[in-house]
């Protein structure tokens, strides 16, 4: 099949160009715009308490967490200094009359409620809803902030809630993407130039990253048509069609280099080469792909979002490959080290690097792999205290206007009035009749520790007392058949303590059915979700992966072996990760608030990238050794030449990917910061550490059992194997054109 789908990129390959083309500029107009139609939400299970109790509060009761706030901070004096006060009521009044917003009320309308001053008594909070779903309330805080952010004689008005933290969460990401693109193009094609030595050759792997991160925005504006795509794909989709392209790119021109060298004419050169190196590409894109997949277990459409994009990109970068790549290749010819800078003079076989390399580990494979082990285990250790929380708004920079406004409110006020828990009793008859009921009740949640207030329709308690009778505001905590009850914490919701708080208000015994929903709920929920599914998720992408390595090598071992050593190397990874991001060691250098926790998403969403780009050069690796033992069928030789023969572009790919990667963790965006830093660390763990020791000690350990199976299996894989004979090159007259002028 491959060598058909070389020969027509060769015969036609000003038609395959052409398309190409086309598409390319048709995926630039139209997905060029499709950060618009993407969301920054979808961290909730839809199926979850939580979620469901957070709809039959809005349907029922008409009520939702407060997503707007505005600290007013009076110039002078106090918030309760007439002027001021009058200056207050007016801006709540304002906010109140504002189409756009519901539920609105502030520290004035309530009373003078205690919990909306500041400790000092020179800041006070309005508090509302803005209406719609989370994309109309996207576009409304964009225009609702710079609306309300004011400074008069008398107050100063700062604009927070987590819809505006999330706007700008949005537009960081943006921003940031631009940058890093800036920084990871220009240092990606000096390497580029470094390893080909060629101007043109070095180019290439560049065309197909454009083409497979612009094909990609094209897909995600469709699937976003059809269900919510997050905003955050958006850096899985150029961090990894960048480095996708390149890994792959370097593969292919490097082998159709070879084979030119090796006396091949350029047609025929490339119609080898896809029928090897392709061949590896192609599968290696499909083992990427299903590690992605993965996330689509998850009912998170922030994790679903990484699978889409990442299937995309993965695809697209393996189709232009494949299709694209040698086409262009068909026509450069020999023309591929035009404009070249320096000529890479290789060793005589067996005297390269690499090799060596691989022969040292091999003379001493079991102090080798003992030693190196224990330190992927000593690496991995902080992993063991990980502790998990949702992102808040101390993932963006210290200086944005939304991350001020929650610090000041986290600073000079004891409760967190937008942190607060729901617990929703729907389907009560009459709950006018269960005063008592609901009084006591109240009661018993106000007496919980981490507890600043309760507010409920019969008024407001704390510590085990009612401070406040029932007023006006007491209405929205009931409808027709139920009734509902806020329960504003003294702790930090996003933490193990608002957990903790979350879980005793769930047990604690009601004298009626409840569900809890808010902040703390959610981040229980969502915990729940994941990791009810991590174990379906790991069994496929073990399942999956374990089939196709046996499907491409026809041994057992070699599946088995590769499994393990990523879960080595990607603990060692999630150790580091927990040390910087979760300790905070180094968060100085790499300009970051450390909160005690890692988002719950990204290990899960960082396990299935990294999963793949180690199997990814795994792949390559083992590719070239079966190759070799094929021919030779010497174990040892065949790991010792393999690895000779890919190390040079497995590590060139690995130090190219970890730019992209670490360009991105120039992000202002903390999450976004731990995902690029996570992924260059894993790649470069696996090139530098795995490939160059563990991988050869465990071959030579195994020695001729890596390519064993089972009589049945052997038999499968004769049948329906993934195999690519050395057969002799047949070229269609066609493709035996003059080869173009240029030097080699």
Known sequence: MLARLARFAVRRRKLVLAGTAVFFVAAAVLGGGVSSKLVSGGFDDPDSESVEAADVLEDQFGQNSPNLVLLVSARNGSVDDPAVAAAGRALTDELAADPRLREVASYWSLGNAPPLKGNDSGQALVLGVIKGDDEQVSDRIEAISPDYTRETDLVTVGVGGEAEVFRQVGEQIESDLVRAELIAFPITLVLLVVVFGSLVAAGLPLAVGGLAIVGTFLVLLGIASLTDVSIYALNLTTAM??????????????????????????????????????????????????????????????????????????????AGAVVFLPALLAVLGTRVNALRLWRHKPKPEGQGVWHRVATIVM?????????????????????????????????????LSSRQVQTEIRRNFNSNETGALQVVAAGIDDPS?????????????????GVARVDA??????????????????????????????????????????????????????????????????????????????????????????????????????????????????????????????????????????????AATMPILMFCVAFGLSMDYE????????????????NTSSVAVGLERTGRIVTAAALIISVVFLAFATSGVTFVKLFGVGLALAVLMDAFVIRATLVPAFMRLAGEANWWAPGPLRRFHERFGISETDETLVTEPETREPEPVGSR
């Open 433 to 449: 009749r269960r005063q008592n009921e609901i009084d006591a009740y109240a009661t018993e949640l106000s007496d919980l520790d």
């Open 363 to 399: 003379r001493r494979p079991v102090p080798v792999a003992t030693v190196v082990i224990m330190l992927l285990v000593l690496l991995g250790l902080p992993f063991f205290h990980i502790r998990f929380g949702l992102p808040d708004d101390r993932v963006l920079p210290a200086d």
């Open 457 to 598: 329709a019969t008024g407001s308690y704390a510590r085990g007392s009612r401070v406040a009778e029932p007023g006006p505001i007491s209405q929205r905590f009931e409808a027709e058949r139920g009734t509902w009850f806020s329960v504003v914490p003294a702790v930090e919701p996003l933490s193990p303590a608002g957990e903790h708080l979350a879980r005793e208000v769930r047990d604690l015994q009601a004298p009626f059915p409840v569900q809890v929903t808010g902040d703390p709920a959610e981040l229980i929920d969502s915990k729940d979700s994941l990791f009810g599914r991590l174990p379906l998720a790991a069994a496929l992408i073990a399942l999956a992966t374990f089939v196709l390595l046996f499907l491409m090598f026809g041994g057992i071992l070699v599946p088995i072996k590769a499994l393990i050593i990523n879960m080595l190397s990607l603990t060692a990874t999630f150790g580091a990760i927990v040390w910087v991001f979760q300790d905070g060691h180094l968060s100085g250098v790499l300009d970051f608030t450390p909160t005690g926790t890692i």
């Open 619 to 634: 792949v390559f690796l083992l590719s070239r050794i079966k190759e070799e033992h094929d021919r030779t069928g010497d």
């Open 241 to 318: 069609g960048l480095g996708l392209a390149i890994d792959y790119s370097l593969f292919v021109v490097s082998r159709f280099r070879e084979e030119l060298d090796r006396g091949l004419q350029p047609h025929d050169a490339v119609v080898r080469t896809v029928m090897t190196a392709g061949r590896t590409v192609a599968f290696s894109a499909v083992t990427v792909a299903i590690s992605l997949a993965a996330l689509l277990v998850f009912p998170l459409a922030f994790l679903r979002s990484f699978a889409y994009a990442g299937i995309a990109v993965s695809m697209l970068a393996a």
